[in-house]
């Protein structure tokens, strides 16, 4: 059972609480759901479970939490992590070893449990998990996908009594969140608690017993799912949640003005290819979403196309020039998927501006103010949120006067409200800018995009826009794993 009373908690050098007089309990194999918009409070409390508050984010932390009837404020970390397994959004961050399989028994060595038990516990992970074949891998080398399942087999081999999941699926396709789903279901099956923090709803609404809706610190609702389910879709829209189903994609009419001609879009690892584009043309202008299963080469094809990997030979052709790497270098912006990397300032403002050569303080204000980020100008980027990081990053983005602008995944992490908010400004650069976005959250497509990119095994599938008379391998995509599908508008080919 986990139990809080009158809990408050205040991270150092911020100014205000991140929880404020909460009181909660948890029985026994309930499986909840934190959700509400970002800076709610639902990873603090997440954090409180496992333990990381107070032993790892300090801060000035009042009130009581027990968790199986151990006081967290006087149990040590590796206590606590006895009978809490958490999963991280990024899996990268829990990681200790190069290998899956050292990786998976780690936890278990780190027990100090026998040898023959920890091969036991191994076993019976591998087979319930069904990763027979992500054993003895290279870490380094594993899709997104890949690395949440060696996460959860990590922290399921420890057989914990109480799982913490924060924002699991953000950065994970249709497929790997249906795995991650049944990995809950398993752990659910037997007797487990799970506490699950998350912006995507549609999944969870048939496997969470209980949701709690966090607003400024507080409790502001905690319903059954069952009751949460009934909710209309203007209540839960004005809650700042993203929708309990997954809606039809459905983009604007484009006119194509012209293109970005790629030429010889080819890349391997150790003489594995993973990119195969000999030839490919790409909407100049427009706003194209990167679809496809996590290791279809997704973030390769867009690291190339920005002339990120030195020993790539593939070019482009824009308004008539032919651009090497180093030209495509020059003319690109990356967000990556975890903007940790490229964070360098020591204030918001400073940050912003890193890559802007004439002072454009108008300018500055207005992104700021259409992301949501003008009162955190004075602070550290590395002190915000996880959402509020991935906005940052998109506005230095946007502010960098490049032609050509990738974000990976920029909506992880990212809220309903937040999410329109970037999904707005980045249709603002439509006819502008030509921007690639690496996502699998269909709710952005419809938001902002004009075009849909289905890489598949290194190559592409499929490029449509709403004019598109062929949109099969987009429905297949979305359709048969989300029960969604893309609606176009006029029969005509791009």
Request: proline share 3%; net charge negative; hydrophobic share 35%.
């Amino acid at each position: 059972m986990i139990q809080m009373k009158n809990v408050n908690f205040q991270y150092n050098e911020t100014p205000s609480s991140s929880l404020k007089d909460l009181s909660l309990t948890i029985p026994d194999g309930q499986c909840i759901l934190l959700c509400g918009e970002s800076g709610c409070g639902k990873t603090t409390l997440s954090r409180l479970i496992n333990g990381l508050i107070p032993h790892y984010y300090e801060g000035i932390l009042q009130g009581t939490i027990t968790v199986n009837g151990l006081d967290i404020l006087k149990t040590e970390l590796y206590e606590t992590a006895k009978i809490v397994g958490s999963v991280f959004q990024n899996p990268r961050s829990q990681f200790f070893c190069v290998d899956t399989t050292s990786e998976i028994a780690f936890g278990c060595e780190n027990m100090g449990l026998p040898e023959d038990e920890i091969r036991k516990r191994m076993e019976n992970t591998v087979q319930e998990l069904n990763m027979e074949h992500l054993l003895d891998r290279d870490i380094f080398e594993l899709s997104g996908g890949e690395k949440q399942k060696v996460a959860c087999a990590s922290v399921s081999a420890l057989c914990p009594d109480i799982f913490v999941l924060d924002e699991p699926t953000s950065n994970l396709d249709v497929n790997a969140i249906e795995y991650l789903k049944k990995i809950i279901q398993l752990w659910k099956a037997k007797g487990k608690t799970i506490v699950i923090a998350e912006h995507r709803l549609y999944w969870l609404m048939d496997l969470c017993d209980r949701v709690l809706y966090l607003k400024d610190g507080k409790i502001a609702m905690d319903q059954s799912v069952k009751e949460f389910c009934t909710l209309p879709s203007e209540q839960i829209a004005r809650m700042g949640l993203r929708d309990l189903l997954m809606k039809p994609i459905t983009m604007p009419p484009y006119t194509l003005s012209s293109t970005i001609e790629l030429r010889d879009f080819y890349f391997a690892y150790d003489s594995e290819p993973i990119l195969d584009i000999p030839s490919f043309s790409l909407p100049q202008g427009g706003i194209i979403a990167v679809i496809g299963n996590n290791g279809a080469g997704k973030s390769t094809f867009t690291h190339c196309l920005c002339g990120l990997v030195k020993n790539f030979k593939g070019y482009a052709v824009m308004d008539g020039k032919i651009l090497h790497r180093k030209e495509l270098l020059k003319q690109s912006y990356i967000v990556m998927q975890d903007v940790n990397h490229q964070l360098f300032c020591e204030s918001v403002d400073e940050e912003v501006q890193l890559g802007i050569k004439e002072e454009n303080k108008t300018g500055v204000s207005k992104v700021l103010k259409q992301l949501d980020l003008l009162d955190l100008t004075d602070r550290h980027p590395m002190s915000l949120s996880g959402g509020q990081k991935q906005r940052v990053a998109i506005a230095t983005a946007i502010l960098s006067n490049k032609s050509l602008l990738v974000f990976d995944e920029p909506t992880s992490g990212l809220d309903r409200r937040h999410m329109e908010q970037t999904g707005a400004l980045i249709s603002s650069l439509r006819g502008k800018k030509t921007v690639l976005i690496v996502t699998h959250d269909s709710e952005l497509i419809s938001q902002c995009c004009t075009h849909i990119l289905y890489l598949e095994h290194g190559t592409i599938k499929e490029l449509c826009s709403a004019n598109s008379g062929s949109l099969q391998e987009i429905h297949s995509f979305f359709g048969a794993h989300s029960k969604i599908s893309t609606v176009s508008a006029e029969e005509e080919t791009i």
